[in-house]
């Protein structure tokens, strides 16, 4: 049977490949899509993996991917640093974020403002590849805090510019450097004023692009201590009370403070959630592909048994029976289907290396996941795409077939 099949998909070698091809992009299509979305909002939720804390404190009503303001007033640190459970301080240490965004790399990055003293924290192992760390924020800071008031406010118009302007620094990921060509030394122009790259570090960190937060305060806040988030680090639970710890001490900031927290392992699925309406997007289009090439191998089977409705008399009439005809287009069908998951994931691999060499800041991540779904569907969509053209071959009277011309 299968050498029938062969030898008939052999016999139209044109319409064979262009089958074949046309399940191939279709599956191509859905892994890259696939791989090209979660790949890259996987490696986003690695890198926040990389910030040594625990939770992460963000806006009750907002979407923390979109957002770019200032969400949280200075007050909540504290709020956050004497919340107890078990009658003892749960919170290590806090650590406020400040976002904005920056076109770098041909694409808009996301940028971290952070104190320059809780770096080691967002870095964790990693070290410079080039350049310092932050160093005029540093002093910048201890200027701010002489002109602090007892709430914690100064007069933006009492700040030295040359302090100011020293501290407008960045930090880059070694992996943005590369794609943007960036060095140490080079200027940027941030909300109109000029920052100036400092070091380079190694990838994997939360962020591409870091800047202090005193000086995007300044700029976006007139100076107040505002964030849009916390990353916390939470202190070491008490012997046996180690399971389900950082859930509760959740709950008890989220009480006390009436903020969304979450536990840092869960910022994949924040961003999952963020991007809802793009992943049903790309499962629509994936779907709506795949069903566009298997109608056409539908079509090209039904033509099949147009164009051998005498061959197909003759097999009837020396005993051929229904089932072995509609296994013997079934079988075509498979052929042609495996053939072309097969070329559709050799495509796939093709693509993640086109798109990750043209667009380094992209990540393709192509799962066994997403393989073993190509392979589904080539065997799901061979089975259904032959079997109405394999009935209705098995119903061709025999004598009828024999007088067609």
Same mark, same amino acid.
């Given at each position: 049977?299968a050498?029938?099949a062969?030898?008939?998909?052999?016999? %139209?070698?044109?319409?064979? #490949? /262009?089958?074949?091809?046309?399940?191939? &992009?279709g599956?191509?299509? +859905?892994?890259?899509?696939? @791989?090209?979305s979660?790949?890259?909002?996987?490696?986003?939720?690695?890198r926040i993996?990389?910030?040594?804390?625990?939770?992460v404190?963000?806006?009750?009503?907002?979407?923390?991917?979109?957002?770019?303001?200032?969400?949280?007033?200075?007050?909540?640190?504290?709020?956050?640093?004497?919340?107890?459970?078990?009658?003892?301080?749960?919170?290590?240490?806090?650590?406020?974020?400040?976002?904005?965004?920056?076109r770098?790399?041909?694409?808009?990055?996301?940028l971290?403002?952070?104190?320059?003293?809780?770096?080691?924290?967002?870095?964790?192992?990693?070290?410079?590849?080039?350049?310092?760390?932050?160093?005029?924020?540093?002093?910048?800071?201890a200027?701010?805090?002489?002109?602090?008031?007892?709430?914690?406010?100064?007069?933006?118009? %009492?700040?030295?510019?040359? #302090? /100011?302007?020293?501290?407008?620094?960045? &930090?880059?990921?070694?992996? +943005?450097?590369?794609?943007? @060509?960036?060095?140490?030394?080079?200027?940027?122009?941030?909300?109109?004023?000029?920052?100036?790259?400092?070091?380079?570090?190694?990838?994997?960190?939360?962020?591409?692009?870091?800047?202090?937060?005193?000086?995007?305060?300044?700029?976006?806040?007139a100076?107040?201590?505002?964030?849009?988030?916390?990353?916390?680090?939470?202190?070491?639970?008490?012997?046996?009370?180690?399971a389900?710890?950082a859930?509760?001490?959740?709950?008890?900031?989220?009480d006390?403070?009436?903020?969304?927290?979450?536990?840092?392992?869960a910022?994949?699925?924040?961003?999952?959630?963020?991007?809802?309406?793009?992943?049903?997007?790309?499962?629509?289009?994936?779907a709506?592909?795949?069903?566009?090439?298997?109608?056409?191998?539908?079509?090209t089977?039904y033509?099949?048994?147009?164009?051998?409705t005498?061959?197909i008399?003759?097999?009837?009439?020396?005993?051929?029976?229904?089932?072995?005809?509609?296994?013997e287009?079934?079988?075509?069908?498979?052929?042609?289907?495996?053939?072309?998951?097969?070329?559709?994931?050799?495509?796939?691999?093709?693509?993640?290396?086109?798109?990750?060499?043209?667009?380094?800041?992209l990540?393709?991540?192509i799962?066994?996941?997403?393989?073993?779904?190509?392979?589904?569907?080539?065997?799901?969509?061979?089975?259904?795409?032959?079997?109405?053209?394999g009935?209705?071959?098995?119903?061709?009277?025999?004598?009828a077939a024999?007088?067609?011309?």
């Amino acid at each position: 049977m299968a050498s029938l099949a062969v030898a008939n998909l052999v016999h %139209r070698k044109l319409r064979s #490949a /262009l089958s074949i091809l046309a399940v191939g &992009l279709g599956v191509a299509m +859905l892994i890259v899509m696939l @791989g090209l979305s979660h790949g890259t909002l996987d490696e986003v939720a690695d890198r926040i993996q990389s910030v040594d804390a625990e939770l992460v404190v963000l806006p009750q009503h907002e979407n923390i991917i979109f957002t770019g303001g200032a969400a949280f007033s200075e007050k909540y640190r504290p709020l956050i640093e004497q919340v107890e459970l078990d009658g003892r301080r749960c919170v290590a240490s806090v650590v406020p974020v400040l976002f904005d965004t920056v076109r770098m790399g041909g694409q808009q990055q996301r940028l971290f403002a952070i104190d320059a003293a809780d770096l080691p924290i967002f870095l964790g192992p990693r070290r410079l590849a080039s350049g310092t760390f932050f160093e005029a924020p540093l002093r910048l800071a201890a200027h701010l805090d002489t002109l602090r008031n007892a709430q914690g406010y100064y007069d933006p118009t %009492r700040v030295d510019p040359a #302090a /100011l302007d020293a501290a407008c620094e960045l &930090l880059l990921d070694s992996r +943005l450097a590369l794609v943007g @060509g960036y060095r140490v030394g080079h200027t940027e122009t941030i909300l109109g004023r000029t920052f100036r790259v400092v070091g380079i570090v190694e990838s994997g960190v939360a962020g591409r692009v870091f800047c202090p937060i005193q000086v995007l305060q300044y700029i976006k806040c007139a100076g107040m201590p505002w964030a849009s988030m916390f990353f916390v680090k939470l202190a070491p639970p008490p012997t046996g009370h180690e399971a389900g710890y950082a859930d509760r001490c959740a709950a008890a900031i989220a009480d006390r403070t009436k903020a969304r927290v979450e536990l840092k392992t869960a910022y994949g699925a924040l961003l999952a959630e963020s991007f809802s309406q793009i992943y049903m997007y790309i499962n629509s289009a994936s779907a709506v592909s795949i069903l566009v090439c298997f109608l056409f191998i539908l079509l090209t089977m039904y033509t099949t048994v147009l164009e051998r409705t005498r061959e197909i008399g003759i097999l009837r009439s020396l005993g051929a029976g229904s089932g072995y005809l509609v296994r013997e287009f079934m079988a075509e069908a498979l052929i042609i289907c495996g053939s072309g998951t097969a070329v559709g994931i050799a495509m796939a691999y093709t693509a993640k290396y086109t798109i990750e060499t043209v667009r380094p800041l992209l990540t393709v991540r192509i799962s066994p996941t997403f393989l073993f779904l190509a392979a589904v569907i080539g065997l799901v969509g061979g089975i259904g795409s032959a079997l109405y053209p394999g009935l209705r071959a098995a119903r061709i009277d025999p004598v009828a077939a024999l007088n067609f011309e």
